[in-house]
Each structure stands twice: as C-alpha cells, then as structure tokens.
C-alpha cells in the first residue's frame, strides 16, 4: 500500500508539471466545447485531436484525451439544462430534471449541482482505477494467449448487445470490422490478404481514417442531410453556475454513493459505457430514491444520480483498457487507438514496463475532476454565447479538420480518400440504423484477436477446446456465449408474449 501511495504522489508531481497541466486544460476545455455544441460528440472532438498527438510522447497524449473525455462526458449536461438540447445521449437523463429546474428560475443552481456531482462521481471512479487496476493487473500476468482470445472474443460480443436495438446489426457491424482487421499482411504467416494489388492496403486500413471518416464525417454528412435541424440556442436571462451547500450536498449522499458504484461497475464492462450508466442510474433513482414519486419535475436527485453516474463510468472504463487492453466504452476504444498510435499495447505488462506512465495517468484523473469543477462553473456564460453558432458553420471546420488529420497521418491523399470513404459509409450506417461502435472495435481489436487465436492453436497443436477447458478462459468463452443467447431468449419471449396476448 505504500508503494502505491509513492508510485502515485510520483505521477501527480508528473501530472502537474507546467507542460502535461497546459495538456490537461485544453483538454477539459475541448471536451467541454465538444460535449456542449449539438452535433459535435466527444467522440468526434478525440478522433480529430488525434492527428495532433502524434509529436507528443505516449503520456502527454492520454492526459490530453482522458481529459477531454471526462470534461465532454459532462458538457452536454450544459446544453440540456439550458436548452433542452442534451450534447451526447448520456446527457438525456439530465435534461429530465435539469431542464424543468431552468424553466423554474433555477438554471444556475441545476448547473453548479450537476458539475458538483459529476466531480464527485469521477473522483469515486478514479479511486476504484487506482485500486483495484494493479490487483487486477497481477492477476493478468498469468494470463496467456487462451485467456487473453477469451477476453478479447468477451469484449467484442459485449459491445454487440450493449446500447443497440438490433443485435442482428450489430453482429454485421461487427463482421465487417472484423473483415477490414485482415487486410493486409497476415502476421503469422506473412500471406498478402484482400489488397488486390494494391500497395497501400499491403500495409492494411489505418483505423485513423476509418473512425475520422466513421464518426466526424458521417455525421456532418448526417446532419446536412436533415438541413441542420437544430437552431442555435437563445438563453433567456443571464445564466451562471451557484456552487450548492454542503448540507445540500450531505442530504444527496446515499444518491452519490448508489450512482458513482454503479457507474463504476457498468464502466467496468467492456461496451457499455456513459450513456448506459447515467440511464441505469437515474432508472435506479426512479425506483428507490425517496422523493421517486417527483423525479422529472426539477429535483436534484433527478440531476445528481445521472451525472455521477456517466462521470464515474469514464473512470471505470479505463480499468480493462489498462489491464487488459480491453476498451470500456466507444472513448476509451479511441484512447487504445492513442496507446497503439506511440507503440504501445495496454495490458497488465504496462505496469511493468510503463509504471510511470499508468500512475501518471492515475493521478490525472483527480486533476481533470478538480480542474473540472472550476473550468466548468468559470465557462459557462460561454458556452451560453457559443451556442448562437450557427451549427452549418460548426460542420465546416469539421470537415476542414477531418481532412486535415486524415492527411497528417501519413501525409499520403489516399488515406484522405479512406476517410472519405468511410465517412459516406458512415453516413449510410446512420441512415439505415446500423451501429458503427461495433465495426471500429472489430478494426481495433481484431489484429489482436487473430493474433492470440494463431498463438494459442499453434501452442496447443490447433485444440480448439483449449479455449473452455482452462478456467479463466473457460469462464470467459461462457459469459460470450450468455451475451450473444440471453438477448435473442429476451426477444423470443417478448415476442411469444405479444403473441398471446393477440390470441387472447
């Protein structure tokens, strides 16, 4: 326990250093901006910092996206309490009661209570990283490629049933990830794959271009196909944070602690992420809180269980990504892509390897929290102004930094007509409601997943049962195939039980 504490107080005197503190402020500031202006997602203001991490080193590049990610997890909360325009889904269930507190003349007190709680959800979930990542870590040392497929193979079948309507989609999603993942060079055999002749896929598809065009350019292509249906805000009054109470604060514990646990616990899942926290939280409170029976009409339960609960799933989803280079969410799966970008493989070797680094990170997650809370209550006359941009204009400089990144790659135009590509892929994918988180996972991981798979059939003479008969593995191959089985059982029962009550 006191090497922790030592390997910890290292990494804040790293974090805090004038150079990766600047890093961390612009990126709660960009998560903010991202995560408040309708049409722009967190997701989108990663994937295009991206291209300007590439003459960072390893860890300056994480803290500017870890903070980016925790501030644009809470930023729509902004826009939603304000204007009824919730900036990513996980913002919904904020607007449900922050909305109706702003119409009663209490805007600035939703605003400071849902930052207060934000904060304090993330500090819970960045306790629960510190923790429990290195146990968790010691234990993975013993895993071998079995164990790590069966991991692998878990995570992307989580991703498939988690946050979509149609598993089906899913899977072809999936499927199709899982199918660029192989263009290329094969890596254990040295075979040439799916390139037709052409030099540029010899060396296979960047998942750079791929989620640039994917997520920031289908959706500009998305939006403009509607003509922009959101209208610039226009606030009524002026609006500015008020830092609630302490007693206010004390009288919500029991909401804070339920919250920031199950957040942490849903963040710890691979595919699940803030969206399903914050509504499983706030679902949580519509049973069990004692004012249930007014959640929706403008109470703080009705902002404090959401918040904490998104804030501490961005927390909890860095423990696979560090442990086991499995991503908790659709951020932290662009986080991987950071890690893998500067040449390095999360997983429970990173504690080893590159201890300095994880506690580094470790200890800016506290320092993006607490800098949050006054970066947030400090800007939110700003994004109050902000929001009277026009958002045609806001999907120009999208553009304009989609080709930009894709080109600064590999200063090469064909990764810009990759991007491209994929973006009218990703246009396409919107427009017949098919889930794209699914096809960059399968990208992203699936030179990993063929990798092990290879290794443990060439180690075990191409025993295939070596994959149920050892125990971690065993357990793991068996929660997959829950997650594939228990969402088709739900939907035949749903399915007998509408027919029989037409027979009836």
Same mark, same amino acid.
């Given at each position: ?21 600047? %890093? ?6 960009? !998560? +903010?901006?991202?995560?408040? %202006? ?6 989108? @203001? ?17 803290? %500017? ?8 997890? #809470? ?29 009663? !003349? #209490? ?10 709680? =934000? ?5 819970? !979930? ?51 990830? %899982? ?27 960047? +998942? ?7 997520? =920031? ?45 199950? !957040? ?7 595919? @699940? ?5 914050? +509504? ?22 009705? &902002? ?7 804030? @501490? @799933? ?85 553009? &304009? ?26 246009? #396409? ?30 180690? /075990? /003479? ?15 191959? &068996? ?6 089985? &228990? ?11 509408? =027919? ?5």
């Amino acid at each position: 326990m006191l090497e922790l504490f030592q390997d910890l107080g290292a990494g804040f005197l790293l974090a805090v250093s004038p150079f990766n503190l600047s %890093l961390i402020i612009v990126g709660l500031v960009i !998560g +903010f901006v991202a995560g408040a %202006l309708p049409g722009i997602t967190t997701l989108m @203001a990663i994937i295009l910092m991206l291209p300007f991490t590439y003459t960072m080193d390893a860890t300056s590049a994480i803290l %500017l996206m870890v903070a980016c990610y925790h501030s644009g997890v #809470f930023g729509g909360t902004i826009t939603a309490i304000l204007f009824n325009i919730p900036g990513d889904p996980q913002n919904v269930p904020s607007l449900w009661d922050g909305y109706p507190m702003a119409r009663k !003349g #209490f805007a600035g007190k939703a605003l400071g209570l849902a930052i207060i709680c =934000a904060v304090i959800g993330g500090i819970f !979930g960045a306790c629960v990283l510190v923790f429990l990542s290195p146990p968790f870590a010691k234990v993975a040392l013993s895993f071998s490629s079995p164990e790590y497929f069966s991991i692998i193979f878990f995570g992307l079948m989580s991703v498939t049933v988690l946050g979509t309507s149609s598993m089906r989609s899913a899977l072809i999603s999936l499927s199709i990830g %899982l199918l660029l993942a192989t263009v290329g060079i094969d890596v254990v055999y040295a075979a040439e794959r799916f390139t037709f002749g052409s030099p540029i896929l010899r060396d296979g598809i960047d +998942f750079l271009p791929v989620m640039i065009g994917v997520y =920031a350019m289908g959706e500009v292509l998305d939006r403009f196909e509607q003509r922009f249906p959101v209208e610039s805000g226009t606030a009524t009054g002026k609006a500015a944070a008020e830092i609630p109470g302490v007693r206010e604060i004390a009288r919500l514990w029991d909401v804070l602690l339920r919250s920031s646990i199950i !957040g942490t616990v849903i963040g710890i899942v691979p595919g @699940a992420g803030a969206t399903i926290a914050a +509504f499983i939280g706030y679902g949580v409170e519509k049973q069990y809180s004692k004012n249930r029976a007014l959640l929706g009409t403008g109470v703080p339960e009705g &902002l404090a269980a959401p918040n904490a609960a998104a804030n @501490a @799933a961005s927390s909890g989803a860095l423990i696979p990504l560090l442990t086991l280079g499995i991503p908790g969410s659709g951020a932290s799966a662009l986080i991987l892509g950071a890690f893998l970008l500067h040449g390095i493989q999360p997983g429970p070797q990173i504690f080893i390897t590159s201890k300095e680094m994880v506690y580094t990170i470790f200890a800016a997650e506290f320092v993006s929290n607490i800098l949050m809370l006054f970066i947030g209550l400090l800007s939110i006359r700003f994004f109050v102004k902000v929001m009277q941009i026009p958002e045609s204009i806001m999907a120009a400089f999208i553009l &304009l930094f989609c080709f930009l990144g894709a080109f600064a790659m590999r200063t090469n135009m064909s990764d810009v007509w990759i991007m491209a590509g994929f973006g009218i892929i990703g246009y #396409f994918m919107r427009r017949v409601d098919y889930p794209i988180a699914p096809m960059v996972l399968g990208l992203i991981l699936g030179p990993l997943a063929e990798s092990t798979f290879m290794t443990s059939m060439i180690a /075990h /003479h191409n025993d295939w049962t070596v994959f149920f008969t050892r125990p971690v593995a065993g357990t793991m191959m &068996l929660l997959s195939i829950v997650a594939i089985l &228990l969402p088709i059982w739900k939907s035949w029962k749903g399915r007998s039980q509408r =027919a029989t009550a037409n027979a009836s």
